[in-house]
């Protein structure tokens, strides 16, 4: 096996994902300790790795997440622990595959977030929702969502964001190497 700084990456990186799904599932809120664990070990691996380069790399990551996403934060469209964990992810990643995770993230985030709404309001809180949304442009006047209807749900988005993740990696040349490495590998392990 060729590179395990790359594996040892994406397993911490998966491990924070389930951990924050969890959380973010469970509580809505992921803890400020699992964040700053991702941070800790993103910026460990890459300083131990590669030195000075890794730091950066790490430094750069961490700080693209905070610039990408505060704003989306500061809108109130990502909680503050969604943003803590895409800067550890990014420590650890590194700056390109945070990007394209954000961006699949999104992409995900939009079939995550209907799934969720529906299971917490059934069919009826979409529709009572469209309805509102009709309204408001008829009337060109706003109103508040009503108590039931999917536009007032809170909706966890780290499922959205490891979704996003796993796509960035599937597609992700080194990661493609790693795994048919790690595959042949244990394919002779297994003859």
């Given at each position: 096996m060729s590179d395990p700084q790359l594996t040892l990456q994406l397993l911490l990186s998966g491990l924070f994902f389930i951990l924050a799904i969890g959380f973010d599932l469970s509580r809505e809120k992921i803890p400020n300790a699992l964040c700053?664990?991702?941070?800790?070990?993103?910026?460990?691996?890459?300083?131990?790795f590669a030195q000075l380069q890794?730091?950066?790399?790490?430094?750069?990551?961490?700080?693209?997440?905070?610039?990408?996403?505060?704003?989306?934060?500061?809108?109130r469209i990502l909680g503050a622990g969604d943003v803590k964990l895409m800067m550890g992810i990014g420590a650890l990643m590194g700056p390109q595959l945070l990007l394209w995770s954000l961006a699949y993230g999104v992409?995900?985030?939009?079939?995550?977030?209907?799934?969720?709404?529906?299971?917490?309001?059934?069919?009826?809180?979409?529709?009572?929702?469209?309805k509102r949304y009709w309204y408001c442009v008829y009337c060109r006047t706003y109103f508040r969502p009503e108590p039931g209807e999917a536009a007032g749900q809170k909706v966890p988005y780290a499922p959205a964001l490891a979704l996003g993740w796993i796509w960035a990696c599937s597609l992700d040349n080194q990661v493609i190497?790693?795994?048919?490495?790690?595959n042949q590998y244990f394919g002779t392990l297994g003859a």
């Amino acid at each position: 096996m060729s590179d395990p700084q790359l594996t040892l990456q994406l397993l911490l990186s998966g491990l924070f994902f389930i951990l924050a799904i969890g959380f973010d599932l469970s509580r809505e809120k992921i803890p400020n300790a699992l964040c700053l664990w991702a941070i800790f070990c993103g910026f460990a691996i890459n300083g131990y790795f590669a030195q000075l380069q890794g730091v950066l790399l790490a430094s750069l990551g961490f700080a693209l997440a905070f610039v990408v996403l505060f704003p989306v934060f500061a809108i109130r469209i990502l909680g503050a622990g969604d943003v803590k964990l895409m800067m550890g992810i990014g420590a650890l990643m590194g700056p390109q595959l945070l990007l394209w995770s954000l961006a699949y993230g999104v992409a995900a985030g939009a079939i995550t977030s209907l799934m969720l709404i529906m299971w917490k309001t059934g069919f009826s809180g979409l529709v009572k929702t469209l309805k509102r949304y009709w309204y408001c442009v008829y009337c060109r006047t706003y109103f508040r969502p009503e108590p039931g209807e999917a536009a007032g749900q809170k909706v966890p988005y780290a499922p959205a964001l490891a979704l996003g993740w796993i796509w960035a990696c599937s597609l992700d040349n080194q990661v493609i190497g790693l795994y048919v490495e790690l595959n042949q590998y244990f394919g002779t392990l297994g003859a």
